[in-house]
């Protein structure tokens, strides 16, 4: 166990989290996001081209996610904070379901969509209303707001401060995700050598990297046995039948 009292979870999530409540993600087999081509809501290029059509395109994703619920293995993680667990999320994902579900400890690598930024300070951030984000709504230093979400070909800002956390895990579990995107895929290399880890995904068999232990369920079925497992002999033990 690492310095901290309690035992440290450290959990990777990704679209299949946040799939089981309701909210289409950007799957690479057909490039499209909600039948858009990426390249024409997710860049910086796509902004400066067309900002009206990509600022358009993060409200409806923003009223999407206002309307879904966290799901059971949304809760499941919550619970077992609340049960006296250390319990650290790192996500892919830019809904706040995990904060919606209870858990206090969520680092978003890709950013949080119910926020929006500054276009010159990234820095500068603010939560969006129900109006949405317009053409004209300035931050404090007079620049357009944007979407405060890591658009492709931009730094993930937020990474060197994930790979801390990882580093301090007792037990790493990836839920939802094939960690197949850089340089959230690096993530697990940064996990102290004597800490177990989990994958829950359908696809697990078939994602799963060396040294990672399979569970081939939906995260809603997958994670919810483990964290009663976790929390009947509070400990991070992988049990007998992963």
């Given at each position: 166990m690492?310095?901290?009292q309690?035992?440290?979870?450290?959990?990777?999530t990704?679209?299949?989290?946040?799939?089981e409540?309701?909210?289409?993600t950007f799957?690479?087999g057909?490039?499209?996001?909600?039948?858009?081509?990426?390249?024409?809501?997710?860049?910086p290029e796509?902004?400066?081209r067309?900002p009206?059509t990509v600022?358009?395109?993060?409200d409806?994703?923003r009223?999407q996610t206002r309307q879904?619920?966290?799901?059971?293995?949304?809760?499941?993680?919550?619970?077992?904070?609340?049960?006296?667990?250390?319990?650290?999320?790192?996500?892919?994902?830019i809904?706040?379901?995990?904060?919606?579900?209870?858990?206090?400890?969520?680092?978003?690598?890709?950013?949080?969509?119910?926020?929006s930024?500054?276009?010159?300070?990234?820095n500068?951030?603010?939560p969006?209303?129900?109006?949405?984000?317009?053409?004209?709504?300035l931050?404090d230093?007079?620049?357009?707001?944007?979407?405060?979400?890591?658009?492709?070909?931009?730094?993930?800002?937020r990474?060197?401060?994930?790979c801390?956390?990882?580093?301090?895990a007792?037990l790493v579990?990836?839920v939802?995700?094939?960690?197949a995107?850089?340089p959230?895929?690096?993530?697990?290399?940064?996990a102290?050598?004597?800490?177990?880890?989990l994958?829950?995904d359908?696809q697990?068999e078939s994602?799963?990297p060396?040294?990672?232990?399979?569970?081939?369920?939906?995260?809603?079925q997958?994670?919810?046995?483990?964290?009663?497992?976790?929390?009947?002999?509070?400990?991070?033990w992988?049990p007998?039948?992963?």
């Open positions: 690492s310095e901290h309690a035992p440290h979870l450290v959990v990777l990704g679209a299949g989290i946040s799939a409540s309701g909210l289409k799957r690479d057909d490039g499209l996001w909600e039948n858009h081509r990426v390249q024409d809501v997710a860049t796509a902004f400066a067309d009206e600022l358009r395109f993060y409806a994703r009223e879904a619920t966290p799901n059971a293995a949304h809760r499941a993680l919550a619970e077992l904070e609340q049960a006296g667990f250390q319990v650290s999320v790192i996500t892919q994902n809904d706040d379901l995990h904060e919606r579900a209870g858990s206090r400890d969520v680092l978003h690598l890709h950013g949080e969509i119910l926020m930024r500054s276009s010159a300070d990234p500068l951030r603010y969006v209303g129900r109006k949405g984000i317009r053409l004209g709504d931050c230093k007079g620049s357009q707001l944007r979407p405060d979400v890591v658009w492709f070909g931009e730094p993930v800002p990474y060197a401060q994930a801390e956390i990882v580093a301090e007792d579990l990836v939802g995700t094939s960690l995107v850089m959230a895929a690096m993530l697990l290399d940064q102290p050598i004597e800490a177990p880890c994958l829950v359908p697990a994602l799963v060396r040294g990672v232990r399979a569970i081939s369920q939906f995260a809603s997958g994670v919810p046995p483990l964290v009663e497992h976790w929390r009947q002999v509070g400990a991070l992988v007998d039948w992963v």
